[in-house]
């Protein structure tokens, strides 16, 4: 594979988005690929998310403000950033790297490792709508609400600073009626020009059917235990049932990816930052993602009602969701939003997302030449899902590392 010769099989492990689009991608190389989930298709944080494709966006998550914020955090129940207090000494590892990572200069770095990425985005979303993906991509601003002129400057200093960090970003600020679905309290917003959005887990599914459409194998109920590699042979051994040999093996587990991935050289530490949605009627059908960045909610058009999510809550993937935070949620937003029927919430949803302590996503080889890894994106697996694919796809295919998958080489 270093050789530049693209295996004639392969199995990625994960049917979220991210290991869905490294298999679409690897097809186009011509390659033949099997997608095994523990669950099903979009089982993880690929279901539930806000289904933004927001480029512009899509920063680093380690920054000073969330560090100031964290810590006041701590002390507040209610607050959308939660850390259990427990015993865990690897989780508060995890945090005081991330800490270590939430200055400016580490930010810049990697904001420009991102921005080439970033610049792939939408681009790879075109790819998969023009050959077959039937699952739409809306064009829409984002648009965040304020309640003062205050209260937005600190969403504008980091406009400003992922703009001269070279990134396409175009932004209008507005006061007065922002109009719905923002209450008579905002009375400043930002809007956010050129960005996306989706119904994350039917796309995840249309992927899916596209793959499997193009002579791919999915496989459900397939929790994969180990890799076993050796001298000329590969395979992924299940819970139970009978080992599948391959020539490539893809990490795609999002929160989950140490267990599989660490055998592999892979150091990096992926945490679950939980986050927890619902969706609720409104009055007038909504057209646009809508942020509230002071209260740290994100909302999108889902299926004729509204998609509100929010929360990064640092316990494990598989932990029961706390029924408090669906509430903090709602009543940190309910001043702020007109023409909702808060009491018609259904699909109540805790995802996590892949988290590491540096802000970046890992994508690439590992130190065995046929497992690769891709995963970590954090808050932005579905805007950079596609994008990953395609230049994981093109690595695997051509032993080659694209320039913009570098900065995110697993070993690191
Ligand atoms: C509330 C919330 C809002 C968000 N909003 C956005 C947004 O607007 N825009 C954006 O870009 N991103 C957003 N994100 C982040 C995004 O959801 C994630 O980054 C992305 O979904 C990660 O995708 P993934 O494929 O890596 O992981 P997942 O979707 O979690 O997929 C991993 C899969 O691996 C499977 N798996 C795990 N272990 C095994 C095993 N041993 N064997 C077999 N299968 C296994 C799991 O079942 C799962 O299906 C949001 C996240 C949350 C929680």
Request: contains cysteine.
């Amino acid at each position: 594979m270093t050789g530049g010769t693209a295996p004639r099989r392969c199995v990625v492990v994960g049917g979220g988005l991210v290991g869905l689009s490294v298999a679409w991608f690897l097809q186009e190389h011509g390659v033949s690929v099997t997608v095994v989930d523990r669950s099903a298709v979009a089982a993880g944080a690929s279901w539930g998310n806000a289904g933004w494709l927001s480029p512009g966006l899509a920063t680093p998550l380690p920054e000073p403000a969330v560090l100031r914020y964290g810590l006041r955090a701590l002390l507040d129940p209610g607050a959308a950033l939660a850390v259990p207090a427990r015993l865990d000494p690897s989780l508060w590892r995890f945090l005081l790297t991330f800490a270590r990572h939430c200055t400016a200069a580490q930010w810049h770095r990697a904001m420009l490792a991102l921005a080439e990425i970033n610049a792939a985005a939408l681009a790879a979303y075109d790819e998969l709508g023009r050959s077959g993906v039937a699952a739409p991509a809306t064009p829409a601003p984002i648009t965040a609400g304020f309640t003062s002129a205050q209260e937005a400057r600190s969403l504008l200093a980091e406009l400003a600073a992922i703009r001269a960090s070279g990134q396409d970003l175009s932004f209008t600020v507005r006061d007065g009626d922002p109009g719905a679905p923002f209450s008579d309290r905002i009375t400043c917003t930002v809007e956010i020009a050129d960005q996306r959005y989706i119904d994350p887990g039917g796309y995840t599914a249309a992927l899916a059917e596209s793959v499997a459409a193009r002579g791919g194998t999915i496989r459900a109920g397939f929790t994969v235990t180990r890799l076993r590699s050796e001298a000329g042979s590969i395979s992924v051994e299940p819970a139970s049932g009978d080992p599948v040999p391959t020539d490539a093996v893809v990490l795609a587990t999002g929160a989950w990816l140490d267990t599989l991935a660490r055998p592999f050289g892979v150091r990096r530490r992926v945490r679950a930052g939980r986050g927890y949605s619902f969706d609720v009627a409104t009055s007038s059908p909504v057209t646009r993602p809508v942020y509230l960045p002071a209260q740290r909610v994100a909302c999108t058009p889902y299926q004729g009602r509204l998609r509100v999510a929010g929360t990064m809550e640092f316990r494990g993937p598989d932990e029961a969701p706390v029924a408090g935070r669906f509430a903090a949620i709602r009543e940190s937003s309910r001043d702020l939003l007109s023409g909702v029927d808060w009491d018609s919430a259904a699909h109540h949803w805790v995802g996590p997302r892949p988290v590491t302590a540096d802000g970046l996503p890992l994508i690439g080889a590992t130190s065995d030449p046929r497992v690769f890894v891709a995963g970590g994106h954090g808050m932005w697996g579905i805007t950079l899902g596609p994008a990953t694919g395609m230049l994981l796809a093109e690595r695997i295919a051509t032993g080659k590392d694209p320039a913009a998958i570098l900065p995110f080489n697993p070993l690191r």
